[in-house]
DNA sequence: ACCTTTGTTCGTCATTTCACGAACAACGAA
DNA sequence: TTCGTTGTTCGTGAAATGACGAACAAAGGT
């Protein structure tokens, strides 16, 4: 019984959503996913948070690599990583286009 | 500028996203999504943790309502909840589609 | 009734998460 | 150079997470 089949891939997906396991986080990225950047000091006029709590999601949302900042003096303008949405995205989709249809196999 | 802008969809893909956010609970997912049930006690004999662990695990993603358990004496044989993993494929899959295609919208 | 097998619960512990406000750093503009 | 504006970092604290082993509960088989 050899133990370790945690794949690479497992823990990738399991990085990225537990970047996304939060609501303000979900909130930014689907932002960033429709207008392309944002200002984070408009997301604190919106968001029920102050900015230095935003500023811990954003860096989460960096270090996952799920967005990048670019210095846009005095703001800094946040993008989605592209590359790395894009791998996100097809990861998620091929873990969740594993469909169960019926039939229904047999166990094990 | 009103706060509170946190719909309750993106409340609920963080719930799945956040249950999802741990190497073992992708494991078991896609094992279910793949072989349409499992016994944790088969798990345990490949995953590196102890039981007591796996069983944390496990109310993790039933209290996210990702899979259900079926007492099947002495054992507990575990199924992925079809009716909520289809809502958790429709939403994050409403939410990957959200393509970013060039070309770039203008910020704003 | 007792034993065995199986999974949950409990207690513990270290670490991480999430929130806040205060202090700091960067940098244009006046 | 001084003053705003903006975002990060620090310090703090409460709560949640993830891991373990020991103890417990349920239920079938002997």
Redesign the pocket.
Known sequence: MSKIIITEEQKKVARYA?AM??P?RMYVLELLSKQSCC???DL?EYL?????????????LRDAGLIQ?E?E????KYCLNRENWKEAQDLFRKFLKMDIEEPIQKCQ
């Open positions: 537990k396991g939060h303000i200002y984070s000091g604190t029920p948070i102050v900015k230095s709590t935003l500023s811990q999601h954003l860096k989460e900042g210095i003096a005095p703001r800094i």
